[in-house]
C-alpha cells in the first residue's frame, strides 16, 4: 500500500513539475487522494522557494575568492622549503655570511646596484636570500617589501638601458587594455604565450615572468595570481611630496612598513549621506572613505575593515596597493555592500581629524557605527558563522 | 597523468556504459587538477558547480549574502580537502553537496538554540508591501521556518528535488541512496514539511 502511495507521489510531483495542476494529478489516483492533496500542496509551497539564477557579479566575486586562495596555498606549500630552518641550513647560512662579511663584503656591494643581466646579479639575489633567511620574522617582511621594490626598480633601469633581461615583480594589476596591461606601475604585454592563470582583473595582485624589451615593456610569459591577502609594498607614486632617492641600497624603502604607526592615523573622512540625494528613498546611494587599503582579495580591497568591490573600476592610479591610503568613491548597493568607482591615493595625514576618533571606527567593526555606510544593514552575514568542519560520509 | 579509463580503455566490462567511463574520468582529472591547485581546473570546477551549491545553501537559508559565504567556504574546503587527499573520490558534486548540507546544518543548529531571532519577525516590519506580496512573503517565510526544522536528511531531499529540481535519480546519486529510499523520504518529508508549517503558523 505504501509503496502505491509512494509510486503514485512520484508521479503527481513529475506532473507538477510539467506544469499540471494538483487536481488534475488527483483524479488519476481517486483512492490516494485524501492523502496526496496535503503533500502536493506542501510540495507546491516546496518548489515556490526555488532560487533565481545565481547573479553573475556573485559568481564572479567567488571565483576571484577560490583562485586567490589557491594561490594562497600554493605559496604555503611552497613556502616551507624556505622558511623552515634546519640546522644544516643555518650552519650553510652561516657560512655564506662568514664568508660574505670576511672575505666578500666588497663583493656584496658592488652586486648591489647591478641589474638582471650583470655578472654580479646572482651575487646581489643570493645575498638578498641568506638575509631573509637570518631575518627574525618581523623584520622578513620589511626585507621582502624592500626586495619587491628593487625589483620594480631593476625593470625600470633595464628600460632605461634598454636592455633584455628575464625579470619577476609582482604587484597588483591597475588596468587591462586587450593585451597592454599595467602592473605595479610596468607595461606588461600579454600574449597568446603568456601563460595565464584564469581569470585577472583589475585589483588583483598577481607575480609577473617575462622579459624586457627595448620599447619599455615586459613581455609576460607568464602570469600568477598571488595569495589573498599579499602586502606589496606600497610604491612611490609620481606626484608624491617626498621622491626617494632611486638608489638600489637597502635602507632606501625601510620607511615601507610604518602601517602600524600610520594605521592609527587614518585619515577617514566618510559622507555617508547620500550626495545625490534629492529623493532619499532612492536605491543607489553614494559613498566616500579615506583609509588604508588592508587587504586585497580577488577584486576586494579591505579598506579600513570594509570589504569594498571593484567591480565598476576599469582602472586604477599606479602605485596602489596594500598598504597604501587611498580614497575610495562609489556607491552602496541595496544590499549594503559597496562598490568603488573610483580610488586614488591620498595622503595619511590629510585628514588629520582622525586621530581624536570622534566619530571613527575601529578597524574592524566594519557594519558598526563607524562604518561609512549610512544605515549599516549588517550584509556581513558569512562571517559570524563560524562554520565548522563538514565531515562527509 | 594518465587516466583510468586511457589504460583499461580496451579491456573495459561490456557492461559498463561508455558515458560511466567518460563521467569517471572527467571527475579524476577534476580532482587530480585540484590536488595540484591547478588554476585552469580549479575555475572549471568552480563554474560547473558552484551554481548549484549557491543555490542549495541560498533555499536552505534564503539570505543571498550568507549563501554567498558558505558556498565559497564549500569550495575552499573542497581544496583543502584535495590536498589532504580527504577529498571526494569519484562524485564531487555529491560531496559539494553534502559539505554544503553539513554547514547549513550547523548554521541553522546555532540560528534555532537562539530564540530570539525569527524568520517571520524580520518580515512583520515590512510596511511597504502590498498586502498579497506581503503574504507570499510571508508564506515563503513560514516554509522556510518549517523547512528548518526537518531532519537534515528530509531539508536535502526537498532541497534537492524542489531547490535544484533534480530527478528523483540524480537526488539518489547525491544523496548516495537507493531510488527507493528516496521515494520513501520524499514521502515523509513532504508529510513532515506539511506538519511543521501548520505548527510554526500556530505558534
Known sequence: MSKNLYEALEICLQALGQGADIEACLADFPGLADELRPLLEAAMQARALAAPDIPADVMRRGRARLLQHAAQMREAANAPRRRTFSLQRATVALMLVVFFTLSGTGLVKASSTSIPGDNLYLVKRTWEDVRLWLAPEVERETLEHEYENERLEEVNELFEHGRAADVAFAGVVTEQNGDRWVVAGIPVVVTAQTELSDLVTVGMTVVVSGQTRSEGVVLAQQIALLPAGTALPPLESNEDGDPEPEKGESPGMTELPKAPESSSAIAETETPEPEDGSQPGSEERKFELEGRVEKIEGGVWTVDGTPIYFDQVSSIEQGISAGSFVKVEGTIAPDGSYHASKIESSKASDGGDADGGGTGMGNDDYGSDGSPTPTPDGNDGGDDDGVDDGDNH | ?203
Do not use: C
Open chain 2, 1 to 203: 597523468m594518465v587516466y583510468w579509463h586511457e589504460h583499461t580503455g580496451n579491456t573495459l566490462p561490456t557492461w559498463m556504459p561508455t558515458t560511466y567511463i567518460m563521467v569517471l574520468s572527467d571527475a579524476q582529472r577534476e580532482l587530480d587538477g585540484l590536488r595540484r591547485l591547478d588554476p585552469q581546473v580549479t575555475s572549471a570546477v568552480y563554474d560547473r558547480y558552484f551554481p548549484d551549491v549557491y543555490r542549495f545553501v541560498l533555499y536552505r537559508l534564503g539570505d543571498e549574502a550568507l549563501a554567498e559565504d558558505i558556498a565559497s567556504d564549500v569550495f575552499v574546503r573542497l581544496l583543502e580537502a584535495a590536498q589532504k587527499r580527504r577529498g571526494p573520490k569519484k562524485n564531487l558534486k555529491a560531496w559539494l553537496l553534502s559539505t554544503a548540507s553539513h554547514i547549513v546544518s550547523d548554521h541553522l543548529r546555532r540560528i534555532y538554540r537562539r530564540p530570539t531571532e525569527s524568520l517571520s519577525e524580520n518580515l512583520t516590519d515590512d510596511t511597504v508591501s502590498p498586502p498579497d506580496e506581503f503574504d507570499r512573503r510571508g508564506q515563503y517565510a513560514l516554509t522556510r521556518q518549517a523547512l528548518a526544522q526537518l531532519t537534515p536528511d528530509q531539508q536535502a531531499v526537498l532541497t534537492l528535488r524542489f531547490g535544484q529540481g533534480y530527478s528523483l535519480e540524480e537526488t539518489a546519486v547525491v544523496m548516495r541512496k537507493k531510488v527507493n529510499a528516496v521515494k520513501a523520504l520524499q514521502f515523509r518529508a513532504l508529510a513532515a514539511l506539511r506538519r511543521t508549517i501548520g505548527e510554526v503558523a500556530n505558534e
